[in-house]
């Protein structure tokens, strides 16, 4: 039923059969102790799996998987996913200290409200920078995630769309635009910002990752102590 429920999402396209450039997946049931995801009848899903189906979609090519994983024991998946070099994969999730697992003082949940709380008001006071909190927020992801790239429409897109959407007497324009644009003229420097970016992000990654959607993956980020666990 999970699998047939993945494979049926990674397979999602827009209307025009473009697919998407993210395909976000959220979960928060119940886990083992190396964060696999804990099914019916002692089943378990590992992230293996997961991304064995993912990179089996022609669309983890060109998109991004980012995983949201509210449970106590996701943090696990974290250096898997910074080891992923065959797809876009990022991970957002918790990580629990031992101290706050014992006197359960949170409680599963909390952390997706906090984080959609901070992302919808970034004045939040729900975000900490501070290493202390017994519960924080971390995120991770795959080697080549710099490299990725918003969809660009292709010729015969754009020419649909034109056609569609302008009159015929401004299309030359359009075309010419296009031609000159000047993103396409500095491929060279895009190569190397690319490149930078991505050593930059394996040496000190940002504590807010924009993503690109309206919303940030974040690291440290301090779920309130006033919570009880459920």
Same mark, same amino acid.
């Given at each position: ?40 009848? #002692? ?5 293996? !799996?997961?991304?064995?189906? /993912? ?10 998987? $980012? ?9 696990? /998946? ?11 994969? #990022? $991970? ?5 200290? %031992? ?8 409680? $599963? ?5 906090? /984080? ?32 990725? @790239?918003?969809?660009? *429409? ?16 401004? @299309? ?6 296009? $031609?000159?644009?000047?993103? !396409?003229? =500095? =491929? ?5 910002? %690319? =490149? ?7 040496? =000190? ?6 993503? #690109?959607? #309206?919303? %940030? ?6 779920? *309130? ?6």
């Amino acid at each position: 039923m999970l699998a047939a429920s993945l494979n049926k999402f990674f397979s999602m396209k827009t209307k025009q059969g473009i697919a998407y450039d993210t395909y976000l997946l959220y979960y928060s049931g119940p886990v083992v102790e190396n964060g696999d995801w804990a099914l019916k009848d #002692g089943a378990e899903f590992s992230y293996g !799996r997961l991304v064995t189906m /993912w990179t089996d979609h022609e669309v983890s090519q060109t998109s991004r998987l $980012i995983l949201v994983l509210d449970t106590a024991k996701s943090n696990y /998946w974290v250096p898997l996913v910074r080891k992923t070099s065959i797809a876009y994969v #990022g $991970i957002q999730t918790l990580y629990v200290m %031992k101290d706050c697992e014992r006197d359960q003082t949170f409680s $599963i949940g909390d952390f997706t409200r906090d /984080w959609v709380d901070y992302n919808c008001n970034p004045q939040s006071s729900v975000y900490s920078a501070d290493f202390s909190t017994p519960i924080i927020t971390t995120y991770g992801i795959s080697p080549y995630w710099t490299f990725f @790239r918003f969809h660009e *429409p292709s010729v015969d897109e754009m020419n649909k769309h034109w056609s569609e959407s302008f009159f015929f007497s401004i @299309r030359p324009f359009l075309l010419l635009y296009s $031609i000159f644009d000047s993103k !396409r003229l =500095c =491929c060279v420097c895009s190569f190397f910002s %690319k =490149c930078f970016s991505l050593l930059r992000m394996s040496v =000190c990654p940002p504590n807010q990752l924009h993503i #690109g959607h #309206g919303f %940030k993956l974040l690291r440290f980020f301090k779920t *309130p102590s006033s919570h009880s666990i459920s």
